[in-house]
């Protein structure tokens, strides 16, 4: 890791540690992805709560998508189920996608392909291209 790099991600970690939602979300995204830093699934969900807790909709997805993958925590279907509803409620297409995905494959939530495909059509009015194939392979 070059010093710029280290400098970069120490100014990245102050400015989350100084409880800047899209720093705490990013700095998330560094532990998730091994970003100058080791991978640490339970060190990048602690920063996408912080996240997630002030509305970030990044960050409430990604609280989402940890727990629907057991990614630095137990899988639980039905604990993704309200970051992704808040996500969704606030415009977010990402959020709006994984709630459909939910109701179609009955994951934390009783399967309802109504519920799918409403969400997945508000997924896609917000330019999501995945909601717009789920739409169509649905039919």
Not at 51 to 62: F, I, K, R, V
């Amino acid at each position: 890791m070059s010093g710029r790099e280290s400098s970069a991600l120490a100014a990245l970690r102050r400015r989350a540690e100084a409880g800047e939602a899209s720093a705490q979300y990013e700095l998330g995204c560094c532990y998730y992805e091994g970003r100058g830093v080791a991978r640490d699934y339970p060190e990048a969900l602690k920063w996408y709560r912080k996240a997630a807790a002030q509305g970030h909709n990044s960050g409430l997805c990604d609280v989402g998508y940890c727990y629907r993958n057991g990614h630095g925590v137990e899988r639980d279907y039905a604990a993704a189920i309200p970051y992704y509803q808040q996500a969704a409620n606030q415009g977010c297409p990402t959020g709006a996608y994984w709630l459909a995905y939910a109701h179609e494959h009955g994951q934390g939530v009783p399967k309802d392909v109504g519920k799918a495909e409403h969400w997945y059509r508000i997924a896609r009015g917000r330019g999501d291209a995945d909601a717009a194939a789920a739409l169509e392979r649905l039919g």
